[in-house]
């Protein structure tokens, strides 16, 4: 079956541009997690989404990054006035489970 | 607040011979642990995790896991490393407190196994 998707795979943006960056999780899949990857620096949680409960903003590094999941389905990362340490690959992830996650290919975000 | 070491950067393996890759882990009670591996332009590949039960769980690939609660280590093993296995390597823990579903992970570990 499909799998996660991301859209776009590679982004390249202007400091100070705002972006958005897209996933579509498994179908069925009730959880929906947004990680940070940068480079030697391993994954850093964002923002969890659970079916219509309040999602876990805890992860978030900065005001200017916000996410909203949409129908309990498609989520969007946006990122405002982007700076060149948002450069990073931005994975989504999204599990039918509390156990394993799975993950989509990620975004890859080149701030300029 | 869980966190997750994993001590090497990277890990060099002839191939034909045994890999282990380290995780040593910081949680309060019992977690759940996970490997996942990620090859070069892709997204993470979940590969084995640790509920319950035995302590030692089989996955993906030929890899296995050993859960020691004494030491707190989650190591991954395959007996015999494949080229193919070459690829940065995850280890993840969660507690197991309802509602907090985030992973926390380790840095990765880069595996390069030499032909």
């Known amino acids: 079956g499909a799998g996660v998707s991301q859209s776009p795979s590679n982004k390249v943006t202007e400091k100070g541009k705002d972006v958005e960056l897209r996933c579509d999780p498994i179908?069925?899949?009730?959880?929906l997690y947004w990680y940070r990857q940068s480079l030697g620096q391993g994954l850093e949680f964002l923002i969890y989404?659970?079916?219509?409960?309040?999602?876990?903003k805890s992860g978030l590094p900065s005001d200017r990054f916000s996410a909203e999941r949409t129908g309990g389905s498609v989520s969007t990362l946006t990122i405002q006035r982007t700076q060149q340490e948002d450069s990073a690959v931005y994975l989504c992830a999204s599990s039918p489970s509390p156990y394993e996650q799975y993950f989509g290919p990620g975004t890859r975000l080149t701030v300029t | 607040a869980q966190s997750v070491a994993q001590p090497e950067d990277q890990v060099n393996v002839a191939e034909g011979n045994p890999l282990t890759v380290k995780c040593t882990y910081s949680?309060?009670?019992?977690?759940?642990l996970f490997w996942y591996v990620q090859y070069p332009n892709r997204g993470l590949q979940f590969l084995l995790k640790y509920i319950t039960g035995d302590n030692l769980v089989k996955g993906s690939y030929g890899f296995e896991a050993e859960f020691n609660k004494s030491q707190t280590s989650f190591h991954l093993k395959k007996p015999s490393a494949l080229v193919s296995d070459s690829a940065l390597y995850f280890c993840a823990v969660r507690p197991r407190d309802y509602g907090n579903n985030r992973l926390a992970f380790g840095k990765g570990n880069q595996v390069v196994v030499i032909p």
């Open positions: 989404f659970q079916g219509n409960s309040a999602p876990d």
């Open positions: 949680v309060s009670g019992n977690p759940y």
């Open positions: 179908s069925g899949h009730t959880a």
